[in-house]
Each structure stands twice: as structure tokens, then as C-alpha cells.
């Protein structure tokens, strides 16, 4: 083969040249609308077509295949089924907030439902596209193209009389960039373009305010917000749009109890409503939203209804928050005005956008007026022809008689009257009709009311300000035609924010009326507890419980607390229990962030408002005491609490509010007791290793600790069961003894103790073998202040000892 035929070429260069042909290609020819008519190419190819194909609103419908035939032979050679898709989506009402199509059958629905094929569905143009779109396409206001093959010509734009890009919005994705415009109201955009016709420089506030946001054709509501200013000023940004709920009370029918339920008519735009009930019910299921006891859609041709059941003891509010959190009944609609203009993609904000569709108005309405200028000029020049030729018709009678042939004729009739040529054509094509006097006089009325218009078009071209009075006057003939009550609802002065605070105070002080207990239990769950729960669960003396219902913290939910947490490694994390109060939910590393849930010693309740110690005991016999402070309250971060070295751990932890005492214990059962005042044990910083309260023979281990008051009874429990009870008043304070307190009735033979705890406490245990019981030491009877209780009670097998022990404060209510 001869080289010489080839050309070298740079693979990188013609990989770049190609790619970027083939970007422009989707840009400008297929996903993005062009900013005068808001339309793609293939919905104006559909348009254009069916204007072709003379399917007015006047007409009868035609199937859709003959339509979709038209637009693939003539103009848009690409799959039938893509512009099938296109088609049906400009009839769909709930996907168009002004259909430009008529459509008779099956469109598909807001449940996602497919149209049928497009051989049993008809169409034909909407009175809105055929007067908005196509009404002026004869008049001379856009320029034509060769279409794909030559044969014919196209529009490059059709002359539309009002924004359709904002009215109906558009959505595409193309190479590197995509546009989201949402649709808006007719009466408030035309009343934006009047107030821009009449003062250029009015202000984006001003406009924002006449323009109030997007009106979706499925309704919802529309938090008003400065998301919605931002949009429309800079032409990108990110508004919430939500469904509209109503509560109301059923009857289930005859002997029956009515139920509360919540009613939804109406979804965000572009959601479906069957699968956004089929993700509820997903939800529901997996216990991620609670209080729903079933759902129903009874939705028909009058509209939409979905049904929700509410449990009876179920909080409506509630179940309103969780459905906008959690589903897609409040959802973002990410905006972005992104239009082509003279073929090339901008960003337009609202202001540049109806200034730029104000001037392709003004640009259309002078190319309709040039046009019926001309046709004016025609037709006048034609009947001041005949008015010449009627006043002395004997004479033109004469000049024909006396002529050989039709052009002899005609080239006497233009010297001898000083006619044009089409004045003299048209005086030898002059019926005999013309004669008459009635028909003379018409002649002459024609000619009066042509030179009106001349004049009229003339005025109207040289003077602009007239031009734009008759650009006004048919922006507001179409809004009295086409205008409809704005469907979204405007919820002003709202913040999300707030309103979610706002709830969550109800919440909270619903809770806080019940007296509700919030407790975490050994597997990390954040739950509640009602009143009556908590009574049965623990004022029922000591019993066997599932392991499942082991707790390692509870507390009463209140407005000034504060849950923190601490690691063996000295880490303080908070938990941030009041945003989702409403839900149970596991402390997994999502919400925990950077900290291992196996490093978890003990939880905390802090009192907002009062002076907060958190003490903390090291496994070398340091103790410290570090005030909780402002700066740590507000810390949504978690931070060190202490110094540790080498393998050194933190062993156990409380908070310190009052003046009490403390209690340390070894393994072999040592005790040691301080005074917990400030006098005796100052508070440290966070960098400081403590203070070194307990020096530990070589085998002795530190277990526990707890804050005690004197005469109280300290309770002290072993791996084996055992537990022992000693009055505080009999241990003496080791800043005297430092080497504690040992008493002989408390020996252990191999064993070693676990816990200490003060009276007025819970104890949750559970052993190797998975056994778990709730002991309340206040109903327990000790002889010789020692009992085996845990022997009896769990029957422990020879093998057998206690894992996990937890404290848990007695509440009173």
C-alpha cells in the first residue's frame, strides 16, 4: 500500500479534537435547552412537526408513532424511543408545569407507571406551545437551517412569546456540566419582565420579591429562605421543598375506634409516590421510624391521599419530623441555571436571564413588525395599481385593445400611468368586478386602512417605547389566558433550624412530664424508658434479666444535661442525645467518630449550671479530679482527660458535684477512703498524671471507686458473687493509714473483688456464660455483713464467674 496516501497524525491531538467535537455535540445539539425558547433540540424538532403535521389545538388527535415518524424522518435521526421519551414528558402534567402537548391514553403517572406505546397513544399541540411557540413561526422571526440530510429546514429557535425555560424549567446532564432550572409561575414571571421593562436597574430584592420562587406542577411547600435570594442572584444554589402534610381523625367504620392519622396530598416534585411509600414501609419495618401502625394510598382522579396510621400512644409531631428527616417527603432541589446562548453553555442569574429573553422579545416583535411592514407595502402598492387604473379605465381599456401581446400591454400601462411592474400585472389581471362602484370605494377604503398601518409599523419600529408598550400588553393577554394559582406554597419565616429545635423542646418536655428515663445499654444503644417500665424493671426487687436489658448508665432526660463518656485511655467524648431524642439508635463509630466503642469504661451525667468534677482512677493508684468547664460543655470534640504512660489504664470514674467522700478498692479488698473536698484533693489540669493515693503491693490490682456519703453502706462485690456490705463510718480515712483498710471478714479465698458502690444503687451483672441479673442492694439480706447471694440467686456452675458489673443510680420519682 503507498505511504504516501497517509497522513501522520498526533494520537493525543486527535484524541482531544474528537472528544471535544463529540462534548459540543451533546452540549449544543442534545442536553441543553437553549436560553430564548427554553427548548432542546428534539423538543423543538417535536413542536415544529406537529405544527407541520397541523395538529392545532383545533384539530383531532393523531397517534404518537405518526408523530415520532415525522420527527426521526425529517429531523432528529436518533432512536424512536428517545424521542417518544421527550414527547411524553411534555404532556405530563405532573412533569411540566405547562404541558405544551395534549395527550389522549396512558402517559405513565406520578407512581412511576411507563406510558404506553406509542402506536395507542395520540397527541396534538397545547393551545399555550401552538400560541407561545408557533403562532409567529411564519412571520420571518427566526432563521432556518438545513436539517441533518438538506432536505429540509428547520427552526434554529422557535419565536416564543414567554420564558419557557423558567415556566417550565429544564434538566440535563451533558459533557463536564449539567442545568436544573426549576419551573416557576406564569403570573410571576410575567409581572418580573413587566418591572424589568419599566426600570432596567431594579434590584434582585425587589425582583425576589415579585418572583417569589419556583411553583412546581405536583405542588408541596417551599421553605422561603436565603437559599431562594442566592439562587436568583447568582444562578446556582440549593433549595428545600417539602410535601404537604395534614393531620386528621378516621373512622374506621361501625364500632370502631377512630384513629389519629396523618394525611399527605401532596410530594416534592419529581418524587414518586410509590416508591416513596415503599421506602416508608421499609423504614417502618426496620424500626427507623416509629408510632406508624399502617399505611395506605388512597389516592384517585380527584388526587393524591396517602393514608398514615398513627399508633395510639404515638406523638404526631414526631412522626411529621422523622417522615421530612428521614424520607424524601423533604428533600433538596439542587438548582442551576445553565443555558446556551449564541451556542455557547452560561450561567445565568434570574435578572440576566429575563433581561436576555426581554431582548429576543423586543428582537422578535421587530423582525414580526418588519415582516407585516413589507406585506403592507405590497399589498398597498398593488391597490394604489388598481385605484389608478379604475379612475380611468377607458383609457386602460384602450391601451390593452391596441396591444399585440400581454407584455406590450403592460409596458405601455408603465409609461403611460407610471405604474410598477407588479401594479401593472396587477391591473391586467384585474377582474371585471373591480368596476363597480362598491368595489372602487373598497379599493379606496383598503388603501386608508394600509397607509393606518403603515404608519402604525413605522411608528412602532422607530419609537421603542411603543414597541415595549405592545410587548407589555401581550405579556399580560397571555397571563389573563394562561395564568393558574401558584400550586407550591410559600412557607416564609421559617428556619429549619429553629423549627427542628423548636420540636425537639415539645419533645423534650413531653419526655421530661413522663418522666422518662433514658438509659445506654451493654451493647451500646441509646434507649428510653417510660415510667411505668422503669418501675417494673427495677422496683421489683432482685431478678434474672435478659442479657439484652443489661444497662451500663440511666438517667432522668432533662433540658440541663449533658452524657459524656471515658475511655480507659483517659478520653472524654459527649453524646449528643437531645437532636435525635426521638430515636433509639447504637453509639457506633459513625456517631462516635475516632473512638473504639471497646474502650468504653463508664458514661456520665453532667448537670449544666452547678460546679462538675469528673474524677477518674488510674490503674497505677493515681487519682485526679479535673473541673468540667465551660470550654469542655461546649466541646463537641472528644479530648484527654489525663496523662497516661506506659501501659497504665483508667480503671474507673464518677462525677463529684457535693461535698462527699471517696472510696478506692484493691482486688484483695483493700480500702481506701479520702475526704473528696477541694481542702483535701485540689482539682488538677487535663495535662497532670494525678495524684498518687494508692501504692499497690505486687499482685494488687485497682478495681473501683466511688463517691460515698458518711454512714452510708458500701457495698463491695467479687468475680465469684460474693458480695459484702460495710458501713462507711467503720473505715477509717487512709490519709491517717496510708496503707487502707483491710478487714479480716472480708478475706477472699481465690477470688478477688470487682466493685464498689455506695447504697441507693442498681447493680446490672452478667457472667461468662451470658447469665444476667438486677440487683437492688437495699432489698438484699445480709448476715455477718456478707452474703452469697449471686450463688444462690444465678446458681453459678464451678467455672463460672461475674464479667461485667454496672452502677446504676436509684431514682426516686
Given amino acids: 500500500m503507498d505511504k504516501k496516501k497517509f497522513t501522520s497524525i498526533s494520537l493525543q491531538e486527535e484524541m482531544k479534537r474528537s472528544y471535544l467535537e463529540y462534548a459540543m455535540s451533546v452540549i449544543v445539539g442534545r442536553a441543553l435547552p437553549d436560553a430564548r425558547d427554553g427548548l432542546k433540540p428534539v423538543q423543538r424538532r417535536i413542536l415544529f412537526a406537529m405544527y407541520e403535521l397541523g395538529l392545532t389545538p383545533d384539530r383531532p388527535f393523531r397517534k404518537c408513532a405518526r408523530v415520532v415518524g415525522d420527527v426521526l424522518g425529517k429531523y432528529h435521526p436518533h432512536g424512536d424511543q428517545a424521542v417518544y421519551d421527550a414527547l411524553v414528558r411534555l404532556v ?14 396512558n402517559f405513565g403517572s406520578v407512581d412511576n407507571d411507563p406510558p404506553a406505546a406509542m402506536r395507542y397513544t395520540e397527541t396534538r399541540l397545547a393551545p399555550i406551545a401552538h400560541e407561545g411557540f408557533l403562532e409567529e413561526i411564519g412571520s420571518a422571526t427566526v432563521n432556518f437551517s438545513n436539517n441533518f440530510d438538506g432536505s429540509q429546514k428547520e427552526p434554529d429557535v422557535l419565536p416564543a412569546q414567554l420564558p419557557f425555560l423558567l415556566l417550565n424549567g429544564s434538566s440535563g446532564i451533558a459533557v463536564g456540566m449539567a442545568t436544573n432550572i426549576p419551573p416557576h409561575n406564569i403570573g410571576e414571571i410575567v409581572d418580573g419582565l413587566i418591572a424589568l421593562v419599566e426600570n432596567k436597574d431594579v434590584s434582585d430584592k425587589k425582583l425576589s420579591n415579585i418572583i417569589k420562587g419556583p411553583d412546581f406542577p405536583t405542588g408541596g411547600e417551599l421553605i422561603c429562605n436565603q437559599s431562594i435570594e442566592e439562587l436568583y442572584k447568582t444562578g446556582k444554589g440549593s433549595i428545600s421543598i417539602r410535601g404537604v402534610i395534614n393531620k386528621e381523625e378516621i373512622n374506621l367504620g361501625k364500632g370502631k375506634h377512630k384513629k389519629n392519622a396523618l394525611i399527605i396530598t401532596e410530594l416534592p416534585y419529581q418524587i414518586s409516590k410509590a416508591g416513596w411509600i415503599e421506602k416508608l414501609a421499609e423504614l417502618i419495618n426496620s424500626h427507623k421510624i416509629n408510632g406508624i401502625s399502617d399505611i395506605r394510598d388512597e389516592s384517585d382522579r380527584d388526587g393524591m391521599r396517602i393514608v398514615i396510621e398513627l399508633k395510639k400512644d404515638s406523638n404526631a409531631e414526631i412522626v411529621i419530623s422523622n417522615l421530612y428527616k428521614k424520607t424524601t417527603l423533604q428533600t433538596n432541589f439542587g438548582a442551576i441555571f445553565l443555558a446556551l446562548i449564541k451556542g455557547k453553555p452560561v450561567q445565568l442569574n434570574l435578572k440576566q436571564y429575563l433581561n436576555y429573553f426581554l431582548e429576543f422579545r423586543e428582537e422578535t416583535i421587530r423582525k414580526r413588525t418588519n415582516y407585516f411592514l413589507k406585506n403592507t407595502l405590497e399589498k398597498l402598492e398593488i391597490l394604489e395599481g388598481l385605484s389608478k387604473a379604475t379612475k380611468d379605465i377607458k383609457k386602460i381599456i384602450d391601451i390593452i385593445e391596441d396591444s399585440e401581446n400581454s407584455a406590450e400591454a403592460k409596458s405601455k400601462l408603465i409609461d403611460n400611468f407610471f405604474l410598477t411592474e407588479k401594479q401593472a400585472n396587477s391591473v391586467l389581471d384585474m377582474p371585471l368586478k373591480k368596476l363597480t362602484n362598491l368595489e372602487r370605494n373598497q379599493i379606496e377604503d383598503d388603501i386608508k386602512k394600509l397607509l393606518e398601518k403603515k404608519n402604525y409599523y413605522q411608528t412602532l419600529l422607530n419609537k421603542r417605547k411603543l414597541l415595549l408598550e405592545l410587548l407589555i400588553e401581550e405579556l399580560l393577554k397571555l397571563k389573563k389566558k394562561y395564568n393558574v394559582k401558584r400550586k407550591t406554597k410559600l412557607l416564609k419565616n421559617i428556619n429549619q433550624n429553629e423549627e427542628l429545635e423548636t420540636l425537639n423542646n415539645q419533645i423534650l418536655e413531653e419526655y421530661i412530664n413522663k418522666k422518662t428515663k433514658l438509659y445506654i445499654d451493654n451493647r451500646l444503644y441509646l434507649r428510653k424508658m417510660n415510667l411505668l417500665n422503669y418501675k417494673k424493671s427495677f422496683e421489683d426487687g432482685n431478678k434474672i434479666i435478659e442479657n439484652k436489658n443489661i444497662q451500663k448508665f440511666i438517667c432522668n432526660i432533662d433540658k440541663n444535661i449533658k452524657i459524656i463518656g471515658i475511655t480507659y485511655s483517659g478520653k472524654v467524648f459527649k453524646i449528643d442525645w437531645e437532636s435525635n431524642i426521638n430515636n433509639d439508635y447504637k453509639l457506633d463509630n459513625k456517631i462516635l467518630g475516632n473512638i473504639n466503642s471497646n474502650e468504653i469504661i463508664n ?13 477518674i482512677l488510674n490503674s497505677d493508684g493515681r487519682f485526679k479530679k479535673v473541673l468540667f468547664d465551660e470550654d469542655m460543655i461546649k466541646s463537641n470534640r472528644s479530648f484527654a482527660i489525663t496523662k497516661l504512660k506506659n501501659n497504665i489504664k483508667t480503671i474507673d470514674s464518677f462525677i463529684s458535684n457535693e461535698e462527699k467522700n471517696l472510696m478506692i478498692l484493691t482486688s484483695i479488698g483493700r480500702i481506701f477512703k479520702f475526704n473528696l473536698s477541694n481542702q483535701f484533693l485540689t482539682p488538677t489540669t487535663k495535662q497532670s498524671q494525678g495524684l498518687m493515693l494508692a501504692k499497690l503491693l505486687p499482685t494488687e490490682k ?43 471478714k472480708i478475706q477472699l479465698k481465690n477470688d478477688y473483688f470487682l466493685k464498689i458502690l455506695p447504697s441507693n444503687h442498681y447493680l446490672d451483672i452478667e457472667t461468662n456464660k451470658n447469665k444476667s441479673a438486677r440487683l437492688d442492694f437495699n432489698k438484699l439480706n445480709f448476715k455477718s455483713n456478707r452474703t452469697n447471694f449471686l450463688i444462690d440467686f444465678l446458681r453459678l456452675d464451678k467455672d463460672e464467674h461475674l464479667e461485667n458489673c454496672f452502677r446504676l443510680e436509684h431514682f426516686i420519682d
Avoid at 93 to 105: A, E, Q
Avoid at 603 to 615: A, E, Q, R, T, V
Avoid at 704 to 724: A, D, R, W
Fill in 603 to 615: 458514661f456520665h451525667l453532667i448537670k449544666k449550671g452547678i460546679k462538675n468534677y469528673i474524677c
Fill in 92 to 105: 405530563q402534567n405532573f412533569s411540566t408545569k405547562y404541558p405544551t402537548l395534549d395527550g389522549h391514553g
Fill in 702 to 744: 485497682i478495681v473501683s471507686c466511688c463517691p460515698f456519703q458518711n454512714g452510708e453502706n458500701i457495698y463491695l462485690v467479687s468475680m465469684q458473687g460474693t458480695i459484702f456490705c460495710i458501713n462507711s463510718n467503720e473505715i477509717y480515712y487512709a490519709n491517717e493509714y496510708s496503707l487502707g483498710y483491710l478487714n479480716e
